[in-house]
């Protein structure tokens, strides 16, 4: 089992930046993948970005150009840093490792992107 605790949501304008945390409780596999998933209000969890070791980032296409995903394998941490904050971009934002087949989600954190 692994604990992942998400920090950094909030309220923020169209136009501003946010960078979410995810902290993974123990040692992650370095060959897992771990990513970003957004479920807005009444629609399903659909992945924002996701990153492998060694690999190439893969963004979802209305957040290329804006998103950038990162991952520090020393602290079995993921972020995401988000610019250019659209009306949108609105949702719980969940962390996921997939770790040997297996997915773990953290609890969520609210993005709010509203004048």
């Known amino acids: 089992q692994v604990q992942l605790v998400e920090s950094g949501g909030g309220l923020v304008q169209p136009g501003g930046s946010l960078r979410l945390s995810c902290a993974a409780s123990?040692?992650?596999?370095?060959?897992?993948?771990m990513g970003w998933y957004r479920q807005a209000p009444g629609k399903q969890r659909d992945l924002v970005a996701r990153i492998a070791t060694g690999g190439s980032p893969v963004y979802a296409d209305s957040v290329k150009g804006r998103f950038t995903i990162s991952r520090d394998n020393a602290k079995n941490a993921v972020y995401l840093q988000m610019n250019s904050l659209k009306p949108e971009d609105t949702g719980v934002y969940y962390c996921?490792?997939?770790?040997?087949?297996?997915?773990?989600w953290g609890q969520g954190t609210q993005v709010t992107v509203s004048s």
């Open positions: 123990r040692n992650i596999f370095s060959r897992s993948v």
């Open positions: 996921n490792v997939r770790e040997w087949g297996t997915d773990y």
